[in-house]
Structures are given as structure tokens and as C-alpha cells.
């Protein structure tokens, strides 16, 4: 048989290894640990870690914190617990903070090396609407190295406020287009030197960005109050990437135009071979995953968290959020909307405040599509890096929605959990012509289609609990399942049951009971149902209580609704959350909890148990797993997914 495909060495991802063919493959997941990690990142996670292990390499997991003011403990924790749950081990746990002296060594070889001038903040010609306006030099492009290195030393020692000042990069503002404009003259070679000199003057990337920055909260969470000012992105990653010896440094396609000044700066420092991807790291680009129909931005998702209060500042998570986005800096967040924001901020403050309460429960409501959501939900981390792949590791965007994730989700749960039946609502079913004490004890597989998962014991007795769905007052010709009169088959047992009677609830008029009978005379039902019976104590079913998660909003494209002013909160779907508090299920849950023979998910089996990687196929029902709601007197289930697209159920 032919060796399976390996997909990181396929398409672009090959072409990128083709490019810088090294033995020692180093790469790195850089996180900002400033929020919880969306769907989106299981792709940078997937691709760095799958990439480096394909080539028998390492991949470090990057804490990128050289924002202090955004930055919290959990979400460190939840970064890495994600990583491992996707399944990899990250070679080490670094963060840029780790690097924070030799860096600011670095800024002052710099202006040693007339590279950086310092700044008053102005001059990149940033007009209001954010297009670039007219922009020259700033009047300290020429200062002395000396007079710069005080200035930026008084900069590191709290001689400025925030906004201030800042440390520039001495890139290309200043070019002039007489510079690079071609003559008859210019030899072919000078031709190609001035068309290049045209790019990199203009490219915004590449007009004198910050290195340097004095921050409003400036208590970082690893360094203290060691410094007043913090390096940009720009200055930051490139650096960080050459000293942990990254041979491909993969990131989102945003960053493309960013390259040239990643390259500059390695240049400048010694520390990459100008026009060669030979010495330091090399920066190479890949599409995002985008899925449609949900929201992942940070914001946003903390108004459905926390709830807002829409033209209040204080109370508004949206304002509350906005930092004043240095408009030095061009690493700005690809799906955070400053403007909308910004928008939110100004109406926030006239006219009286609106209280908005939070849609949803934590970061971990199984509605959203943060990773901890998708976890607490039970999806395997297995389908997610499939779902990656799949979509396909290439330079363009991989936009998606929800229901071909479900469906992914779907496929792959088919072949690797248990079954089991599981009654959501269930009404209960006397076999009149059974003896009281019946008991049949059935031995089920867990997988029809492979005894080597294992089996477990189905008891059958003369109190069977069905679904409401599957029982009608009425009989209809094209209805299949149990009505008065009508017979149905029964999963895992020999004969069908015949409906002979029911009873109603006074005061609800809901049916509370049905009366049948069993066995070889009652004639065959078309269809089969599924069941749960009671049975002596060892055996009996379990209650539970189902949490079956529909979309959050009634919209398709919640990104588009009225976020600025909470509109978004009346096109919530009310159907969201589908509580069931009696459910059954049967005991084999049980043999599920304590780990059948099933295949453990590469992350679980490395010792990331959570509730959630007990998964099963309720029968006729839909995927679920356990939530972390349950307690040794309480299981509460969550539906993964519907086993077909919309059942509604
Ligand atoms: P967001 O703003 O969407 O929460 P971010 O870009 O601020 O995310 P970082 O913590 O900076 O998040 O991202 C870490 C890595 O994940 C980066 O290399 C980034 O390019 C990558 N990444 C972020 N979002 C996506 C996405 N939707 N698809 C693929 N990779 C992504
Ligand atoms: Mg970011
Ligand atoms: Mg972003």
C-alpha cells in the first residue's frame, strides 16, 4: 500500500520547506496572551507544531507579552493547556519578556549603528481617515548618536509619559521619490536596485515604525516595574525569532507586507544576510481560517460574557478594551475592529445608558468558538487539526461555516466513540404481558462494525422509557414509530412492541404513559427505535441532564449586526440553549466514563483529561459528552453535534 500522505509536506507547506531545505526545522507559536484562543489559532497551531514534527523538528510556544496592559495569568494557562490538548509538546515555553534586556541592548546597538533615531510621536502623515497623508522625516532623523542615546535612556528611565515620545526605526520615510525615479541612463542593475528602493519606500511597513514605546499601565506580569517602556511587535518578533534560532517563521498572511521590515531589522543587527534566507529565521505567510456565522473577536465576545452597557464608558467592555492604538505600530490585531470601537467609545458617551446582560454563560460556553468552548462541548481536538488540514494549509484565507465544521466534526466522531441510547425526554412504557420481575440481559457491542471495542450490558424489562418524538397520539400512515395501535421495532432487542393505551397529565394534557406489549406475536414495525429500560440497580439507567446548543444569533452573519449599540442582542436566538433535565441514558455511560478500549485523543492520552473526552453516539439521538457541570450526583451532557444536519434536535 502506498505510504499515507503526510500533509505538512504537501502544496505550500512543501514549497516552504523547499525554499530553506534545513535539517534542524525550528519553529514557533507565537500567542499574544492577551485573550482566550479561537478556532482560528488551532490553524497556527496545527501548521507550526505539524510542520516542525514532520520534519523531525522542535516548536517553542511563545508567549509574545510585550503588552503589559492587556495581559492576565489565565490566559497563559489556557494557552497551554490548549496546545497540549490539540496534542503537541511544545520543545520550550518562551516568552519575549524572557528577552526584554537583550533587547533593549539591542535598540541602543541601533542608534549606535544610526538606525534609530528617537521621536516626537508625529510624522508618518496618518490623516484622521486613516489613509497616509503627506509624511517627511522627523526634524530628529539627523541627530547625533549620542544625543539619541540620551534621549532614549531618559525614555527608559520615566523622563516621558505615555504618547510622548517614542524609539523609531531610521527605515524609508525620508526617501524621496527622486531617488528611486528610473533614467535612460541607469544600467540594468541600477534599474533594479531603484525599483526596489520604489517598494520598500512605499510600503507603510517600512516608513520609520516604532521600536520602542512608553506605556500607560507599564506593570508587566513577568519583569514588574522594571520598565517604563516596552518594545512593538515590529522590533520585538523578528529579534525574538532569530535569538530561539527559528529556522521558518509561520504567520497569518496580514503580515506579508510586514516582511521587508522584519528582514530590514535582522539586516540592521547582524543577525540575517540581507537578501538571503540563509542566516536567521525566514518569514513565510499563510492564509487564516475564518469560520462565518460566529464571532471570534475578543471584544465581542466579552460583550456576550460580560454584558455591556451601551453609552456608558465605564461599564462598556468595548471602550473598556480600547487601548489607544499606537499609530506607530502596524501589527494592529487583523480582526479587532479599532473603528467600530472607537465608534462604541464616542457613543457611549451621550444619552442615557442601556443595560445589556451576558448571552452567554463564560469563555467556555459551548455556543462560542473559542478552543475552550470547543473542548467544553466535546469536540475532539483530533477533528479540529483535521478540519485544518482539510480546509488546506495555502496563502489564501480558508473562510468556512459553522455547519461544515459541524459536519467534519460529524464524520470523524462516526468512527471513533462508543454508542449508546439515550432518551432525551422520555415517557414511560409498561410491557403489559411481561412478568414484573423480566429481565433479559443483552450483550451490545460498543461499535456494531468492530467487537474488539468491546461491549457492554443493555438489560431489558417490563418498564422501557422511549423519546417523545417517537410516539404520537395520533397514528398516521406516514408515521413509522409507536401510536396507538401501531407496533414498533426496538434497538437491540428481538421482537416489537404494539401500543395498546395511553394516559395524559391532568393539568399539563402531556402524555405520561403508554401501555404495549411485547413479543413474537405483535407484528412487525417499520422502524426501529431506541429505548432505555429499568432494571435492577447495577444496570439502571442514568439521569442526565442535556444541554443541546443551537447558533447564538437568529442572524447568519452576526459580525454584521449592530454592535456599537448592542443591537446585536435582539437577534439572539432564544433556541440557543435547549435544556432537557430528565434525560436517560443507559448504564454502559458508565464503562464509557471509565475508559473503553476506545483510541484516546493524542492530547488526552498525554494526560489532559477532562470531562469532555468522554464522548458517545446517543443512537438515532446526536453526539455528546460529558460537561464539566457533572458531579458524582449530577451528569450533564452536551450535544456535540446532531448526527445529520439540521434535525433541529
Ligand atoms: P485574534 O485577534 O484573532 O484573537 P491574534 O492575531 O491577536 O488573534 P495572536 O495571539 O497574535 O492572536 O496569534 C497567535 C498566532 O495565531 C499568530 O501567528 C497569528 O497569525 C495566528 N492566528 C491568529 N488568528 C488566526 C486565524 N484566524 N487563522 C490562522 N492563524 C491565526
Ligand atoms: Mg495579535
Ligand atoms: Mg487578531
Known amino acids: 500500500p502506498a505510504a499515507p500522505v503526510d500533509p505538512f509536506r504537501q502544496g505550500w507547506l512543501k514549497g516552504v520547506y523547499d525554499e530553506k ?13 492577551n485573550g482566550y484562543l479561537h478556532i482560528g489559532h488551532a490553524k497556527a497551531i496545527t501548521v507550526n507544531f505539524g510542520f516542525a514534527k514532520s520534519h523531525g523538528g522542535i516548536c517553542n510556544l511563545r508567549f509574545d507579552d510585550t503588552n503589559p496592559t492587556k495581559e492576565e495569568e489565565v490566559y497563559f494557562t489556557a494557552i497551554k493547556d490548549m496546545v497540549q490538548w490539540l496534542g503537541f509538546e511544545p520543545h520550550k515555553i518562551t516568552h519575549s519578556s524572557d528577552e526584554f534586556d537583550k533587547l533593549y541592548e539591542l535598540a541602543e546597538e541601533l542608534i549606535k549603528r544610526e538606525k534609530a533615531p528617537d521621536e516626537v510621536k508625529k510624522g508618518r502623515g496618518k490623516l484622521a481617515n486613516g489613509e497616509h497623508g503627506p509624511r517627511s522625516a522627523c526634524a530628529h ?11 532614549f535612556r531618559k525614555m527608559r528611565d520615566g523622563g516621558y509619559k505615555p504618547g510622548e515620545v517614542v524609539l523609531r526605526m531610521k527605515q524609508y520615510l525620508a526617501t524621496k521619490p527622486e531617488e528611486y525615479e528610473v533614467s535612460e541612463e541607469d544600467s540594468a542593475e541600477a534599474k533594479r536596485e531603484k525599483e526596489k528602493l520604489k517598494a520598500l519606500a512605499n510600503n507603510p511597513a517600512m516608513w520609520d515604525v516604532a521600536a520602542y514605546r512608553v506605556t500607560k499601565n507599564n506593570h508587566h506580569h513577568r519583569t514588574g516595574d522594571k520598565w517604563r517602556i516596552y518594545p ?10 532569530a535569538l530561539e534560532d527559528i529556522s521558518h517563521s509561520l504567520c497569518t498572511v496580514e503580515f506579508e507586507t510586514l516582511r521587508p521590515a522584519y528582514n530590514w531589522l535582522l539586516d540592521a543587527l547582524d543577525m540575517k544576510t540581507e537578501g538571503s534566507d540563509e542566516k536567521g529565521p525566514m518569514q513565510r505567510e499563510y492564509g487564516r481560517l475564518n469560520v462565518e456565522g460566529t464571532i471570534l473577536s475578543k471584544r465581542r465576545i466579552a460583550m456576550l460574557v460580560e454584558g455591556t452597557t451601551v453609552n456608558d464608558t465605564v461599564n462598556n467592555p468595548a471602550s473598556a478594551l480600547t487601548d489607544e492604538l499606537d499609530e506607530l505600530t502596524l501589527a494592529e490585531d487583523g480582526d479587532e475592529e479599532p473603528e467600530t470601537t472607537t465608534e462604541a467609545a464616542k457613543a457611549a458617551t451621550s444619552g442615557p445608558g442601556r443595560n445589556i446582560p451576558p448571552a452567554v454563560m463564560s469563555w467556555d460556553d459551548p455556543r462560542l468558538f473559542t478552543l475552550v468552548a470547543l473542548r467544553r462541548r466535546g469536540v475532539p481536538p483530533g477533528a479540529l487539526k483535521k478540519f485544518v488540514l482539510d480546509l488546506g494549509v495555502t496563502k489564501a484565507n480558508a473562510n468556512t461555516a459553522t455547519h461544515t465544521l459541524d459536519s467534519h466534526i460529524r464524520t470523524y466522531l462516526e468512527r471513533t466513540v462508543p454508542r449508546l441510547m439515550l432518551v432525551l425526554d422520555p415517557i414511560k412504557v409498561t410491557l403489559t404481558n411481561l412478568p414484573d420481575d423480566y429481565l433479559e440481559e443483552r450483550e451490545v457491542p460498543f461499535d456494531p462494525k468492530d467487537k474488539a471495542k468491546g461491549t457492554h450490558i443493555v438489560p431489558f424489562t417490563k418498564t422501557i422509557f422511549i423519546d417523545r418524538d417517537d410516539f404520537r397520539e395520533e397514528d398516521d400512515p406516514d408515521f413509522f414509530r409507536l401510536a396507538p395501535g401501531k407496533s414498533v421495532g426496538l434497538m ?8 395498546t393505551s395511553f394516559t395524559k397529565t391532568l393539568d399539563t394534557g402531556k402524555v405520561d404513559a403508554i401501555l404495549a ?5 405483535v407484528p412487525a414495525g417499520k422502524a426501529r427505535i431506541h429505548w432505555v429500560a429499568l432494571s435492577p440497580a447495577h444496570h439502571s439507567p442514568i ?16 459580525n454584521s449586526l449592530d454592535w456599537k449599540n448592542g443591537g446585536y442582542y435582539d437577534d439572539l436566538n432564544p433556541e440557543s440553549l435547549v435544556t432537557y433535565p430528565n434525560a436517560m441514558v443507559e448504564c454502559g455511560l458508565e464503562e464509557v466514563r471509565r475508559g473503553a478500549p476506545w483510541p484516546k485523543e493524542e492530547g488526552e492520552a498525554m494526560g489532559v483529561v477532562d470531562k469532555s473526552s468522554v464522548r458517545f453516539q446517543g443512537l438515532r439521538t446526536a453526539f455528546f459528552a460529558l460537561d464539566k457541570d457533572t458531579t458524582d450526583d449530577k451528569v450533564v451532557l452536551n450535544r456535540i453535534v446532531s448526527l445529520k444536519e439540521d434535525t433541529g434536535k
Open 21 to 33: 531545505p534545513v535539517k534542524e526545522v525550528h519553529t514557533r507559536f507565537p500567542p499574544e496572551p
Open 141 to 151: 532623523w539627523s541627530r547625533s548618536v549620542d544625543e539619541n542615546m540620551e534621549l
Open 232 to 241: 512593538t511587535y515590529e522590533f520585538t518578533h523578528c529579534i525574538c525569532d
Open 492 to 499: 437491540n432487542v428481538e421482537f416489537p412492541v404494539r401500543c
Open 517 to 521: 406489549e411485547y413479543g413474537k406475536e
Open 543 to 558: 439521569n442526565a441532564e442535556v444541554r443541546v446548543f443551537n447558533p447564538l444569533f437568529k442572524s447568519q452573519t452576526p
